[in-house]
């Protein structure tokens, strides 16, 4: 049974059949997927969700799908983790990480996007799909493709790092590099999806699509405890992902699942490419295409699809919008990996670093709770980081060499240092512990 009722455009409202599109033939206007909100209320329990497999597809009344056959059934359920080392360096409180930088199968959210899109492509009869990508999508649509037995096409910007080239290609996938932008690729793949009906995923799929990144939001929610953060700071590069996780919010708290409480949400994006800041800062909301010129590649969309509605729903939630530069974006990876042990993508640098600056500025409050969502893995592009690698010394197979390479006062300090951290109080619980720092919600 399925709780998809149709596709409505957000602009003028018209709607349409559910299919494979997605622009209104009155006003050429987005079109994204309405729900039997009432019907899901009556027939799903927040309970219920409990014993179901830890997967995005927990959630499979909120997804718009008709059938049985899911395509990616263990995408999605990274973990929330505590981030106490890097709150501590922010000088925050309670701070939380959503990482899907370890999600499967291609260490991106797009992932939980391309599980939907193929789905949904599945139950349209389609047999080739692909994409316009700045390179986690073709990472997550070449993997998923060949495993669901589709042919795949994907164009990505000719320049793109080697990683998410590599990452592609040996799926087997058809790849064809365009000499342009992204915005210049995206045309093209419009054209392609008119002449040859295939379901491009972020094209003609692109409703279905979108709803993936609510599941970002679900799990959020749920791994708070059912609770939402005050905070919240997402990356920004189509501007989807953080409409979509304010449209996960708003359905939870319609289902009477979260209490009715208020979250800012703070749009991250690259200085080099950066027309929702701009939109934001400025107060007209209108998004003035950019030429993108910068090192985190994965958000360089000059003419962002969703730029007008990212850009509203920060300044509808009273958020802020800020851009870092491509030093800052660095700091921020390496930040991340020296507190928390995660390694994050660029894309990632910007979120760490732009949640800097604006704590820093009293734009997010100290003592309230704050999620980052970290949407890339850092293996993607190591590039960013190879001009700044730290130079580390070659030595012969001898003690003696060791100690003078690192100094024997040194490795002294390292071993007392370990040994004094192996003694803890038997009963006490580490600060990361599922639990630790729970009265900081109470807070609010």
Excluded at 47 to 61: N, V
Excluded at 326 to 349: K, N, P, Q, W
Excluded at 371 to 392: C, E, F, H, M, S
Aim: proline share 5%; charged share 20%.
């Amino acid at each position: 049974m399925s709780d998809v009722q149709g596709l409505k455009c957000r602009e003028c409202g018209a709607v349409l059949p559910v299919g494979p599109r997605a622009i209104c033939e009155e006003c050429f206007g987005p079109l994204e997927v309405t729900y039997d909100y009432e019907g899901i209320r009556r027939r799903l329990d927040r309970d219920a969700l409990q014993s179901r497999p830890r997967s995005m597809w927990r959630y499979r009344e909120l997804l718009p799908i008709d059938g049985d056959d899911i395509l990616g059934a263990e995408v999605g359920f990274t973990p929330l983790v505590r981030a106490d080392r890097l709150a501590t360096q922010l000088g925050v409180r309670a701070l939380y990480i959503k990482n899907d930088a370890v999600n499967f199968p291609t260490l991106s959210f797009k992932d939980r996007v391309v599980s939907v899109a193929l789905t949904k492509a599945r139950e349209f009869g389609m047999t080739t799909v692909g994409c316009a990508s700045t390179g986690n999508l073709a990472n997550a649509v070449a993997a998923q493709g060949v495993r669901h037995g589709f042919d795949t096409c994907i164009l990505v910007p000719h320049d793109l790092e080697e990683a998410k080239i590599l990452g592609t290609t040996v799926f087997g996938a058809r790849l064809v590099g365009v000499r342009g932008d992204y915005d210049q690729v995206n045309r093209l793949c419009s054209q392609i999806a008119d002449r040859f009906g295939w379901g491009l995923v972020n094209v003609n799929l692109r409703p279905f699509y979108g709803e993936g990144s609510k599941t970002v939001g679900y799990e959020i929610a749920e791994q708070l405890g059912w609770r939402l953060p005050a905070h919240l700071v997402c990356c920004m590069a189509g501007g989807s992902l953080i409409t979509k996780i304010a449209k996960a919010f708003d359905e939870l708290k319609m289902f009477g699942w979260v209490e009715d409480a208020a979250t800012r949400f703070h749009g991250a994006q690259a200085a080099g490419c950066n027309p929702i800041v701009t939109a934001v800062k400025d107060g007209s909301g209108e998004i003035k295409p950019v030429k993108a010129n910068t090192i985190a590649r994965s958000l360089a969309i000059g003419n962002p699809a969703d730029g007008y509605y990212a850009a509203r729903t920060i300044r509808e939630s009273g958020g802020a919008a800020e851009d870092v530069t491509d030093a800052e974006i660095v700091d921020g990876i390496r930040l991340l990996a020296s507190t928390e042990g995660i390694f994050t993508e660029t894309a990632g640098g910007v979120t760490v670093a732009v949640a800097r600056k604006l704590i820093a500025a009293g734009r997010i409050p100290r003592s309230e709770p704050i999620v980052l969502v970290i949407t890339g893995n850092g293996l993607k592009t190591i590039d960013a980081l190879q001009p700044t690698a730290r130079p580390y010394p070659v030595i012969e197979p001898r003690l003696e060499a060791f100690e003078a390479a690192v100094g024997a006062e040194a490795a002294s300090s390292i071993s007392s240092t370990v040994a004094s951290s192996s003694t803890f109080s038997p009963g006490a619980a580490p600060s990361g512990a599922p639990g630790a720092g729970r009265s900081s919600w109470q807070s609010r």
